[in-house]
């Protein structure tokens, strides 16, 4: 068995005022840098591979964690593009474009940000990265973007984006998922769903224990 643990990066400064990030490289928050000094990855992990998005946000949180591991940027780790949208709110966009924007989200997997990526863009460039993770049989820790990871989740739950995901990721957690090989085709599925990295909480822009 081949495994991958999913882990976002921790907060900026855009996730607290919930702003879409896309390809903005946003740098964590201040309370970000503290509340990463608290994350501690299981000694189960301690041989994985290393991988992160090349955004500011996931690459800093990765060298904060992985200690003296040696990590690999992956381009195809980089957050789904949100095009002319990046920096607004999607509470600001629904209201806006109203019923033009329902249409989009109905779309599910096949949404798309006007120059930006669907989810499904986002599952076809990440599939020759786990091609090569399940090839050379490497267990990988994988630092990036929420919706990488969904589009992932999507992938092991043969979800389409419609309705509720299967789960709520949280930041300052793992998921853990197994990878195979059915017909020549890449298939995930779940394995060790949540794996808390800290025992402290994020809120709004506080530490709390």
Request: proline content about 6%; overall charge positive; hydrophobic content about 35%.
């Amino acid at each position: 068995m081949t495994e991958i643990l999913l882990i976002r990066h921790a907060p900026t400064n855009w996730n607290m005022e919930k702003r879409l990030q896309g390809l903005s490289d946003i740098p964590l928050s201040n309370h970000s840098m503290e509340w990463l000094k608290t994350w501690q990855i299981p000694k189960y992990f301690k041989d994985f591979i290393w991988y992160s998005s090349p955004l500011i946000r996931a690459k800093t949180t990765a060298i904060l964690i992985a200690g003296d591991n040696k990590i690999f940027i992956c381009d195809s780790l980089i957050e789904m593009s949100f095009g002319d949208w990046e920096g607004q709110k999607i509470t600001d966009l629904r209201q806006k474009l109203g019923q033009k924007m329902q249409k989009n989200e109905d779309r599910g997997l096949d949404f798309t940000p006007p120059n930006g990526e669907s989810p499904r863009m986002v599952q076809k460039r990440l599939l020759p990265l786990l091609k090569k993770i399940l090839k050379n049989q490497q267990n990988s820790i994988l630092v990036s973007h929420h919706g990488v990871m969904r589009a992932i989740m999507a992938l092991a739950y043969d979800w389409d984006m419609l309705g509720k995901p299967p789960f709520k990721f949280k930041q300052g957690h793992g998921y853990s998922f197994k990878l195979s090989c059915d017909k020549n085709n890449i298939k995930l599925s779940p394995n060790k769903i949540h794996i808390p990295l800290t025992n402290v909480n994020l809120t709004n822009d506080k530490l709390i224990k």
